[in-house]
């Protein structure tokens, strides 16, 4: 029973967000936001913040303090808020060397502002919100790190030593330190309820997790936005990637809002002033940078939809396969070559062991002779020298005919490419001169050269004189020698096969 309450009680909050969040109009306050890759200005400040202690912005964050012993830096916006429900999306990264950090950074939702003070390098008493993310263990409970929330009328002073345990409205224990990826937290109030999410810094795509919810929370109607960091005996760098503020609004008070004239010129001028120094700002980083405009122009020609640099066109790709299909060709008759002279060179030994069978030497030593070749022991004289294989001899000629056909196979080859090299001239004379770009490709006298070379190359070895065994004159090879000798032959050669 119990876990069924439990189930509906969950459903009901549910439900009950996701009607809000349908109800609510959310609208992008840039005055009170910051975002890389371009937080700065030539004159190093943030628009529309101010900067102060020992933080330091640059183009894609602000370090609120370094990984300095004793240093105090924090950043306020310099307009109130004009909006009473708000939701705040900030990338924060927090890492050291050491095992432990200190002391912790915040965020502030206070009426004042730029007061440095002991409270993570802002002042121990405010007026507001007070979201702390504290790393190091002042009380020794062992707790730390611990994200956690203070509300403050202005009358209380943050206990610093205890962690404000008895101060706080409630929290969460989360590891921030020394994570792959930057931690995200948003921080909404909307209708008196505070929430506040955050993940685990494991992964890019991260889904927030909840960390606190509370009911009945009363916040100044208009305040300042607020960033602060400290460090202590320990330190660790305190960086800020982000900030992103949103104004929320329900749908029946949005639509009764007007806005007059005056004060739509007023902020589009604005607009386009911030918008024309965005871009000297960048006109200058790109100078500065020159390594960095080449990849700029490619991602704007990608923006533009420039396709050119994305698909070729049906030249290029007849010429490719061209020539994919020349390197083929080469190969193949590179193999063939080796085959060839590998046929050759076994021809030549055994015309030479013809010759000394003819001679007179003993048959014993024409097959320790040739088995010493192959690293073979010889065989007897007797052993293959009145019988010879069917199945051998007619490996022999199978090997012929796939030399053959491998030629033939070549020669078709040859005679296709030709006849696209013909019909990429029939295209090529039918279209302009300037469609073709120089640095795209070789020319098709080029293609033809290449073609004509490799089809004589082919030709050369089908030319080649193939020595045949003959019989010496006047004393020829008699029925029984000879068949000895194809024998011996055959054996060798299976023999090779058989050890490579």
Known sequence: MALFSIICAILTVFFLNYAASQSQYRRLEYKYSFKGPYIVLKDNTVPFWDVGGHAIASDDQVRLAPSLKARKGYMWTKALTSFEWWDVEMSIRVSGNGRIGADGLA??????????GDAFG?????????????SFDNDGKMNNPYVYVILNDGRKVFDHEADGVNQQLGGCLRDFRNKPFPIKVKIEYYHNVLTVLM???LTADETPELCLRAENVFL???AYYGLSAATGGLADDHDVLSFITTSLHDQSQERSVQISQMERQKLEAQFRDYNEKLKAQQEEYLKQHPEKAAQHQQQQMQQQGNTGTQFENPQDRAFRQIFDGQQFIHLAVQQLNKRIDEIIGRQERTLSAVSALSSGQGQGQVVAANAAQYNQPPAAAGAGGSVIQRYEVDQI???????????????????????KITNLQHVQSQQPASYQQAGQGPSLTEVRDAVNNVRQDTAAILARPQPVASCPQPNCINTLWFGAFIAVQTVIFVAVNLFK
């Open 220 to 222: 100044p109607r208009s």
């Open 199 to 201: 993940t685990n810094g």
């Open 122 to 134: 802002s002042r121990t008493s405010w007026n507001g919100l007070g979201l702390f993310f504290d």
């Open 107 to 116: 965020f502030w939702y206070a009426t004042d502002r730029m007061q440095e």
């Open 397 to 419: 000629l199978r090997t012929q005919t796939e030399l053959q056909n491998a030629l033939r196979d070549i020669r078709a080859f040859s005679a296709d490419i030709q006849t």
